[in-house]
């Protein structure tokens, strides 16, 4: 039995670490005003650092990282408050393109010359992950046509390639979509973290007959699976970050002619936000260390662990902001720009609600 | 990182099974799961404590040399583990947990070699001096006196909330031997024989309508000397070594999972109002989750101070954090699991115990009857062994550095 994480783990940790924290409250501002709202050359060094490889299954030419590898990284970029879109535009589609035995999709997006946006959120179906309407149809040459729409597919306008999940002949079915193709209309705007999504229209997009990823739906709920364990831990790191800039700024606030950390009831406050994150540490250690990683169990287990996760992730982000008093309101300070990180992840793939409703009923 | 069971471990794991499955017997489960106290009796728990002993696995927990197995943590939380699942009561905690590991490491060879083998074969039964009627949580500002009188000590105060002092003949005592030193400094640990003139013993029942606890008077009590543990002035000290084992270094999690999964068999024959299934309930369904995954991070939150302690990282002010976790986390799966039972589960039996014979018939089920009075005696979990505020206040302080 043993926690410790190991030399990769943290050489792994120390690179993220180095690469991320460099963004203070300014750069970030001047990053999501770029069109797009992020960088794509921070993207390729994001890559360069092995961020992306680690990914990807070793014939693919990753560095066949776990989903303990892939942890250490997310939580790493959650506890310095990251705004590269690691978890949505790189893990997801490159365990995506692992999952589906495709080496060209994958390999090609190592470098990090080309970004994947993930187009699997729908109005009609909430947080359910099976489309309803998104439709691929067969064309006149063995090829494909796509009809119907999505929502919230994040960092849309800098994607040179969408990742659609849809049917085909009412069986899931998910597709690579180059993004400048004919008959896609998308509206642009701003997600809680100042990143951009896009709403996207697709109508009679025209799709090549090799553009199906060989993936069934069972696959892609274990890898969003993994997702949802990847957003447990960057929430970790987030909830960590709240809580460490929260008591250093209480030791240093005077109010009454003493520091705000000298009260019981800010003590006994903060007491409790480490007490949830230890446990939230915790419970993340059991997913990462379950044998499983396919099937309805696995599935509740990770769901369930994210349920848990969340809604304490989002107790210490209010409670951050709360001690932090009105500077905790202002854009200025870390603190609010994590707890919008954290109601984004949180809500990524399903809130508390609905992934507690699903492991309460398939654990 | 790993948490993989090595073959020795799963071989391990079947010798626990095969020993609980031929020696735990039907009248110790039952013992245990129809007392709603905190403690089960003597009559159970001696039982159990006397097998345990027979095979060598009473003090596991303790140093190799004074009588430990030297198991690894992983064995530890396997034994743990199994002993939950089975049932099986906990055998005489304040002699095993409490003053035994104390006098394994702060006793003279001549204590150890009188009381250690009396701790482990059940023939001593302690009960722990600690509160008085003026300091609870205030612990340090204990008053009951102790003035030495040639090779003894004379003792007069009074202790409370002493668990099971009824059955004890040893208490272990924190006394103030200095009252002009400050507070903490002026304490010592004394080892006193309940069987005397000077020591009167008075029952305290509970709302629930349990005695397990007591007042204990001390007039002109004595002890000899040999009976000081470490020095005087050293009480504190020792007395924070003993809340530390009190508090962690625990197993709460296995035997709340078994709590938390016998909720949803209970609820299987109740029904709601429109007639469905109270297990397939969406509220209870999603109050049975959240509690069960509170229960799995407090496992692992235990296994992960286990694993620190086999690295050599103490744990220190952590176990105040599991004392905290875990007995809220007891107190609201007692707080669902009286709410099931609806009607049923405001039946306040007062015949004591309800494994006999003679124990009133329950109206409804076995697990209603017992319901309410394990949950009002369940309020104690966060008041004993340092209240909620208490280990909130040490957290802050040696944690957070608040």
């Known amino acids: 039995m043993n926690f410790d994480l190991s030399e990769t783990q943290r050489l792994f940790q120390s690179t993220t670490e180095r690469f991320s924290s460099a963004v203070d409250v300014a750069t970030r501002h001047s990053i999501r005003r770029l069109d797009g709202g992020y960088d794509k050359d921070r993207w390729r060094q994001l890559a360069e650092l092995g961020l992306l490889s680690i990914g990807a299954s070793a014939e693919f030419d990753g560095l066949d990282g776990s989903l303990t590898d892939l942890s250490v990284i997310a939580e790493t970029l959650g506890l310095h408050n990251a705004l590269d879109p690691w978890l949505e535009n790189g893990a997801f589609p490159i365990r995506l393109g692992n999952l589906a035995g495709d080496k060209a999709f994958t390999s090609a997006l190592l470098d990090g010359s080309q970004l994947v946006s993930v187009a699997f959120a729908e109005k009609a179906t909430r947080y359910g992950l099976m489309p309803q309407s998104t439709t691929f149809t067969s064309d006149d040459n063995s090829g494909y046509l796509l009809n119907g729409n999505k929502h919230f597919v994040q960092t849309a306008a800098l994607a040179d390639t969408l990742l659609v999940t849809g049917t085909f002949k009412g069986e899931f079915s998910i597709h690579c979509v180059a993004a400048n193709s004919d008959g896609i209309e998308t509206q642009y705007y701003r997600l809680a973290d100042g990143s951009q999504a896009g709403a996207i229209t697709f109508n009679q997009v025209k799709l090549g007959s090799d553009s199906r990823l060989d993936i069934s739906f069972e696959q892609f709920q274990d890898v969003v699976a993994e997702l949802n364990v990847l957003c447990c831990a960057e929430m970790i790191g987030l909830s960590q970050l709240l809580l460490n800039n929260t008591i250093n700024y209480v030791k240093e606030r005077k109010q009454f002619g003493v520091a705000i950390g000298s009260f019981q009831t800010i003590q006994h406050g903060l007491v409790d936000c480490y007490s949830e994150l230890e446990q939230m540490r915790s419970l993340l250690f059991k997913t990462l260390l379950s044998d499983e990683n396919t099937g309805v169990q696995w599935h509740a287990d990770t769901m369930g662990t994210k349920a848990f996760i969340g809604e304490r992730a989002d107790l210490i982000a209010r409670t951050a902001v709360q001690f932090h008093g009105a500077m905790g309101i202002t854009d200025e300070v870390d603190v609010g720009h994590a707890m919008k990180r954290i109601m984004l992840l949180s809500r990524l793939f399903g809130d508390s609600a609905n992934h507690l409703k699903y492991y309460a009923r398939n654990s | ?402």
């Open chain 2, 1 to 402: 990182m790993d948490m993989n069971l090595s073959a020795e471990d799963i071989e391990f794991r079947d010798e626990v099974r095969a020993f609980l499955n031929e020696n735990l017997t039907d009248s110790l489960r039952t013992g245990l799961a129809r007392t709603p106290g905190v403690f089960v009796e003597p009559d159970i728990s001696l039982a159990w404590h006397k097998i345990l002993y027979e095979k060598g696995w009473i003090t596991h927990g303790w140093p190799v040399e004074d009588g430990g197995m030297g198991w690894t943590p992983m064995q530890a939380y396997i034994y743990e583990k199994e002993v939950a699942l089975a049932g099986a009561p906990k055998p005489a905690p304040i002699s095993l947990q409490l003053i035994g590991p104390v006098l394994c490491r702060y006793g003279t060879p001549a204590q150890k070699q009188r009381f250690i083998p009396r701790i482990r074969s059940g023939e001593d039964f302690w009960c722990q001096g600690y509160s008085e009627p003026g300091s609870g949580s205030d612990l340090a500002s204990l008053s009951m006196r102790a003035t030495q009188d040639g090779d003894k000590y004379v003792l007069n105060g009074s202790k409370i909330w002493t668990t099971h002092a009824q059955h004890a003949n040893w208490i272990f005592c924190l006394v103030r031997t200095d009252t002009a030193a400050k507070k903490q400094a002026g304490i010592t640990f004394l080892l006193v024989p309940l069987d005397q003139p000077g020591v009167k013993v008075t029952p305290i029942v509970s709302m629930s309508g349990d005695h397990e606890v007591n007042q204990v008077f001390f007039d002109n009590a004595e002890t000899s000397v040999n009976n000081r543990v470490g020095e005087e002035g050293q009480g504190w000290e020792i007395a924070k070594f003993l809340l530390q084992n009190e508090r962690g270094g625990s197993c709460f999690a296995p035997k709340l999972l078994v709590n938390i999964s016998n909720l949803k068999k209970y609820a299987a024959s109740y029904t709601t109002a429109d007639g469905n299934s109270l297990a397939n309930d969406p509220d209870f369904e999603a109050r049975l989750a959240k509690l069960k995954l509170r229960a799995h991070a407090l496992e692992f939150t235990e296994l992960r101070i286990q694993a620190d302690i086999a690295n050599g990282r103490p744990a220190g002010p952590q176990t105040s954090l599991t004392k905290l976790i875990s007995s809220n986390l007891a107190q609201d799966v007692q707080t669902l699991h009286n709410d099931l039972f609806a009607y049923e589960g405001l039946q306040l039996p007062s015949e004591r115990p309800l494994y006999h014979d003679d124990a009133p018939t329950p109206v409804g089920s076995e697990a209603g009857q017992t319901s309410l009075a394990a949950y009002l005696n369940g309020r104690a979990a966060t008041i004993y062994g340092g209240s909620d505020q208490v280990q909130k206040n040490i957290v802050a302080k040696r944690i957070l550095q608040l």
